[in-house]
């Protein structure tokens, strides 16, 4: 290892000239060194890593990402390694404390915020998920990445003893699954192809069910999807493991997207028993009230999701189901039971959070128009 690197960044591309010079711009103030791993690019991608004096390797993709990713692993001299994908974009608020905070670190690997973007173009902050990722991690810990897609660091740890602290003034901009992109990258076709393949095997992970149930859920396959959520969901419980709260995140998902509210309840309880932090958990509960016109029991679950945010990093988390998002249905319940006052007090709420909130701007109009009629 060179004593002379402190970070290297390591990533995998093919085809990625749309992105890649974003990301690589974002993160190259911070890394000494780029290790790039190209699985087969016919387009501009590796003079663009050239560009960045980037050092680019030759792997013949073998439909597993991680071993991909771990054959870039052993060409890193850094002391700590960062890893990206071509389609997101780092965000350091100070670089000089962001690289301080590292040299004093006394763990071996770090979390980094996540910003998920959904929806079509331009990216908003309101249309996405928040997550934590571990992405930066030591060299020389014997640290690699597991699972043929949608692959993983290989850290043993358990809920209980993981380390939640995510660095502070950085962040993570994924544009990955916007609509737009996916639907360039086909990446439904390709991700499903190696999901079946890796599901071959005897002793499969029921991750594998999840991620087949969470494809299915993005082209809007909801039946597919619930089928093999509820597998996922069995085959955790089957090796005596608590299922994640992804799982159950998606669950309900798929149940309100089929509009099967009596299917959710009250199911839902059970989840949040299991996950009371979880603030989408709590959404979701609202929704069904409100669903099932019970608006005072639904209004004390949107107000549940107030008092929890969304800014917890043990959870995927829809932006807003702990701020404007909940505020508005509050306000409908508000409506509902019979106080336009305290709707139109929610619905500011809303808008005060997301001025772009349309739903909450046409029921505060509808509504002072109202008053000022009477």
């Given at each position: 290892?060179?004593k002379n690197?402190?970070?290297?960044l390591?990533m995998i591309v093919k085809?990625?000239?749309a992105?890649?010079?974003n990301?690589?711009?974002?993160?190259?103030?911070?890394?000494?060194?780029i290790?790039?791993?190209?699985?087969?690019s016919t387009?501009?991608t590796k003079?663009?890593?050239?560009k960045?004096?980037?050092?680019?390797?030759?792997f013949?993709?073998n439909?597993n990402?991680?071993?991909?990713?771990?054959f870039?692993?052993?060409?890193?001299?850094?002391?700590?390694?960062?890893w990206?994908?071509?389609?997101?974009?780092?965000?350091?608020?100070?670089?000089?404390?962001?690289?301080?905070?590292?040299?004093?670190?006394?763990?071996?690997?770090?979390m980094?915020?996540?910003i998920?973007?959904f929806?079509?173009?331009?990216?908003?902050?309101n249309?996405?998920?928040?997550?934590?990722?571990?992405?930066?991690f030591?060299?020389?810990r014997?640290i690699r990445?597991?699972g043929?897609?949608?692959?993983h660091l290989d850290?043993q740890?358990?809920s209980?003893?993981?380390n939640?602290?995510v660095?502070p003034n950085?962040?993570?901009?994924?544009?990955?699954y916007m609509e737009?992109?996916?639907?360039?990258k086909?990446?439904?076709?390709r991700?499903?192809?190696?999901?079946q393949?890796?599901?071959?095997?005897?002793?499969?992970?029921?991750w594998i069910d999840?991620h087949i149930?969470s494809?299915y859920?993005?082209?809007?396959?909801?039946?597919?999807?619930?089928n093999?959520?509820?597998l996922s969901?069995?085959?955790?419980l089957e090796?005596?493991?608590i299922?994640?709260?992804l799982l159950y995140?998606?669950k309900?998902?798929i149940?309100?997207?089929l509009?099967?509210f009596?299917g959710?309840w009250?199911?839902?309880?059970?989840?949040?028993a299991?996950?009371p932090e979880y603030?989408?958990?709590h959404?979701?509960?609202?929704l069904?009230?409100f669903?099932?016109?019970?608006?005072e029991?639904?209004?004390?679950?949107?107000q549940?999701?107030v008092?929890?945010?969304?800014?917890?990093p043990?959870?995927?988390?829809?932006?807003?189901?702990g701020g404007?998002r909940?505020w508005?249905?509050?306000?409908?319940?508000?409506?509902?039971?019979?106080?336009p006052?305290e709707?139109i007090?929610?619905y500011?709420r809303?808008?005060?959070l997301y001025?772009d909130?349309?739903?909450?701007?046409d029921r505060?109009?509808?509504?002072?128009s109202?008053?000022?009629?009477q």
């Amino acid at each position: 290892m060179n004593k002379n690197i402190f970070l290297s960044l390591c990533m995998i591309v093919k085809n990625e000239e749309a992105w890649l010079d974003n990301c690589l711009q974002s993160a190259g103030n911070i890394a000494d060194e780029i290790i790039i791993v190209d699985t087969g690019s016919t387009d501009g991608t590796k003079e663009i890593c050239r560009k960045y004096n980037a050092c680019i390797y030759t792997f013949l993709w073998n439909e597993n990402f991680s071993e991909a990713r771990n054959f870039g692993l052993e060409k890193a001299s850094g002391k700590w390694i960062l890893w990206l994908d071509a389609d997101e974009e780092l965000e350091i608020d100070d670089t000089a404390s962001f690289l301080n905070m590292l040299e004093k670190s006394d763990t071996d690997f770090q979390m980094i915020s996540l910003i998920n973007y959904f929806g079509s173009p331009p990216p908003d902050p309101n249309k996405s998920y928040l997550f934590s990722s571990y992405r930066l991690f030591r060299n020389n810990r014997g640290i690699r990445f597991t699972g043929s897609i949608h692959e993983h660091l290989d850290i043993q740890i358990s809920s209980a003893s993981a380390n939640y602290e995510v660095i502070p003034n950085a962040r993570i901009y994924h544009y990955g699954y916007m609509e737009h992109v996916v639907e360039i990258k086909e990446k439904h076709k390709r991700n499903l192809y190696l999901l079946q393949k890796e599901k071959q095997g005897s002793d499969y992970s029921p991750w594998i069910d999840y991620h087949i149930a969470s494809e299915y859920y993005r082209v809007k396959k909801y039946i597919e999807a619930f089928n093999n959520i509820n597998l996922s969901l069995k085959r955790f419980l089957e090796k005596k493991t608590i299922p994640p709260s992804l799982l159950y995140k998606l669950k309900y998902d798929i149940l309100l997207a089929l509009g099967s509210f009596e299917g959710a309840w009250p199911g839902i309880n059970n989840a949040i028993a299991l996950y009371p932090e979880y603030v989408d958990l709590h959404f979701y509960k609202g929704l069904i009230l409100f669903e099932k016109q019970k608006p005072e029991e639904a209004i004390s679950a949107f107000q549940q999701c107030v008092k929890l945010g969304d800014n917890n990093p043990r959870y995927l988390t829809m932006t807003g189901c702990g701020g404007f998002r909940a505020w508005y249905f509050i306000g409908r319940c508000s409506e509902a039971m019979g106080n336009p006052s305290e709707a139109i007090n929610a619905y500011s709420r809303a808008i005060s959070l997301y001025p772009d909130c349309q739903e909450a701007s046409d029921r505060l109009f509808y509504l002072k128009s109202i008053t000022i009629g009477q």
